[in-house]
């Protein structure tokens, strides 16, 4: 009898509006139907499964399966989403990217212990400033060239540079946030009267598109050669890589509106033939026509698609 009016007292709990009890406080998925008793939030299953293996700092039951006493009720209509936010998120950094329950594991673990476990962004805490000084030294050791030992190195992201040269897996979110602080860093200096809030979604660039492709030089005669290539729709740009982890751009290829004569034929100019892959196409530009080739039709498709997108849109000032 107990634990049913307890179970409708919670699920009571988290119809009410306002509480912020109607989305997981992690993730933000609606309807959780999980509680951590120990911190006072509702969760969704999959951060529950985090939250379980924190069983220091939470310990979770399930609102429907689990015998709720009459205390942890209490508790939980004491405190709730909304209360821990106001603790647990009090300064959360704006370039700090806040998962959600689509993001991997990795940051979704990242974001609850950095919340709950390093207590990061309770007020007065000031455990993220190596974070947000736009730079961050780390170790990795890392397996030496010529030897079969792990070796220590130093890797520094600098904010002034923007390179990140490699993380280790247990600071993975760290470096991330790292990244985006030095970002948004150069973008308040670069756009010092913008609001945050219009700021923030630059933090990360936004790839329409990406993969690989081989490409031929100038001339069309040159060999082809297998790229890494990202399309960047806000920048207007198609760069490549020599792979997808390489630190620095290979080359750049700006996308202009069809206005100013840009245009994609889906054929390679005459008398031009792709080495391994034959599905290609040519972006034309007023200086240059780049020759690009993909491994399949779909490829080819896609990125003539998303090329096209571009090319439509007029360019702003
Ligand atoms: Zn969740």
Redesign the pocket.
């Known amino acids: 009898m107990e634990s049913y009016s307890g179970r409708m007292a919670l699920l009571g709990l988290l119809q009410a509006s306002g509480a912020g009890n109607t989305h ?6 609606p309807d ?1 139907e999980w509680a951590s008793y120990k911190l006072g939030v509702f ?6 499964g985090i939250h379980r293996n924190l069983s220091e700092i939470s310990r979770v039951k399930s609102l429907r399966l689990d015998f709720w006493e009459h205390d942890l009720v209490e508790f939980m209509k004491k405190h709730g989403n909304l209360c821990a936010k106001a603790i647990y998120e009090a300064e959360v950094p704006p370039f700090y990217y806040v998962p959600q ?1 689509k993001d991997c594991l990795v940051l ?1 673990e990242q974001w609850i212990r950095a919340k709950y476990e390093r207590k990061e962004f309770v007020a007065t805490s000031i455990s993220h400033e190596a974070c947000t000084s736009g730079s961050r030294e780390g170790f990795l050791w890392k397996r030496g060239r010529d030897s079969k030992q792990f070796l220590p190195r130093q890797f520094i992201l600098s904010a002034s540079d923007g390179v990140l040269k490699y993380y280790t897996k247990e600071e993975i979110v760290d470096w991330f946030n790292a990244i985006r602080a030095a970002r948004f860093h150069y973008l308040r200096t670069a756009f010092p009267t913008a609001p945050v809030s219009e700021l923030v979604p630059k933090i990360t660039r936004s790839y329409f598109k990406e993969g690989y492709m081989e490409k031929t030089g100038p001339t069309h005669k040159e060999i082809f050669k297998k790229r890494w290539f990202s399309l960047d729709s806000q920048e207007r740009n198609l760069i490549y890589f020599k792979d997808p982890l390489a630190a620095f751009e290979t080359g750049r290829v700006i996308i202009g509106s069809k206005e100013h004569g840009y245009e994609v034929r889906a054929s390679l100019p005459r008398g031009v033939k792709g080495k391994r892959w034959k599905a290609g196409f040519t972006i034309v530009t007023p200086k240059r026509e780049f020759v690009l080739t993909c491994e399949n039709d779909r490829e080819q498709k896609e990125w003539m698609e998303a090329l096209n997108e571009i090319i439509s849109q007029p360019m702003t000032a």
């Open positions: 997981c406080a992690d993730c933000g998925v959780p969760i969704c299953l999959n951060c529950s329950s979704r």
